[in-house]
T-cell receptor, first 114, second 115 residues
Framework: NAGVMQNPRHLVRRRGQEARLRCSPM?????VYWYRQLPEEGLKFMVY????????ESGMPKERFSAEFPKEGPSILRIQQVVRGDSAAYFC????????????FGPGTRLTVT | KQEVTQIPAALSVPEGENLVLNCSFT??????LQWFRQDPGKGLTSLLL?????REQTSGRLNASLDKSSGRSTLYIAASQPGDSATYLC??????????????FGKGTHLIIQP
């Protein structure tokens, strides 16, 4: 059973470009979470999605960031018009259900904005 | 708003020592608490998961305890080895309902085990 998969592992974008980060949850998992780890800061929750629904986006910046988890395919975190402050590691986690069930983390995507 | 604090922020000890890492959280309404390990530039490795109804979990040389009412958890590492050097993260899963289900992380304890 493959774990949570994220791609690309490393992404370099110039200021103003778009970044698209992908996350494939573990088989059988329908709950996806995105987290961001800024340099010298802790991991911060961004958004929680279930298939075709955003459940909680309280940690998502109000502008330029969006997330989706379509019926088919991976979850996508999209950052439009990237700025240098977006440089960070972005982690995806998945779970079989909410609440007591463990979240399993992917290896992360390291975004560098030049 | 849930806040998670980890003490100490950094720790350096000689190989072979037993050590304790501390984690505290402000809102006791949690589903569970999880300890992770993160190596530099790498992802998260889950070490132990303690459900809110449990008091402790053990895996090999690691033992984690949870006192939900006081908002505290400890990670005990026995007979430390240089390979244990990493950043250890504590995270709680919110139980406040309303769709809130993300983990709240502490900033971690950076551990160095001296050979």
């Amino acid at each position: 059973n493959a774990g949570v998969m994220q791609n690309p592992r490393h992404l370099v974008r110039r200021r103003g470009q778009e970044a698209r980060l992908r996350c494939s949850p573990m088989k059988g998992h329908s709950h996806v979470y995105w987290y961001r780890q800024l340099p010298e800061e802790g991991l911060k929750f961004m958004v929680y999605l279930q298939k075709e629904n955003i459940i909680d986006e309280s940690g998502m910046p109000k502008e330029r960031f969006s997330a989706e988890f379509p019926k088919e395919g991976p979850s996508i975190l999209r950052i439009q018009q990237v700025v240098r402050g977006d440089s960070a590691a972005y982690f995806c986690a998945s779970s079989s259900a909410a609440g007591f069930y463990e979240q399993y983390f992917g290896p992360g995507t390291r975004l560098t904005v030049t | 708003k849930q806040e998670v604090t980890q003490i100490p922020a950094a720790l350096s000890v000689p190989e072979g020592e037993n050590l304790v890492l501390n984690c505290s959280f402000t809102d006791s309404a949690i589903y569970n608490l999880q300890w992770f390990r993160q190596d530099p530039g790498k992802g998260l490795t889950s070490l132990l998961l303690i459900q809110s109804s449990q008091r402790e979990q053990t895996s090999g040389r690691l033992n984690a305890s949870l006192d939900k009412s006081s908002g505290r958890s400890t990670l005990y590492i026995a007979a430390s080895q240089p390979g244990d050097s990493a950043t250890y993260l504590c995270a709680v899963r919110r139980g406040s309902g309303g769709g809130a289900d993300g983990l709240t992380f502490g900033k971690g304890t950076h551990l160095i085990i001296q050979p």
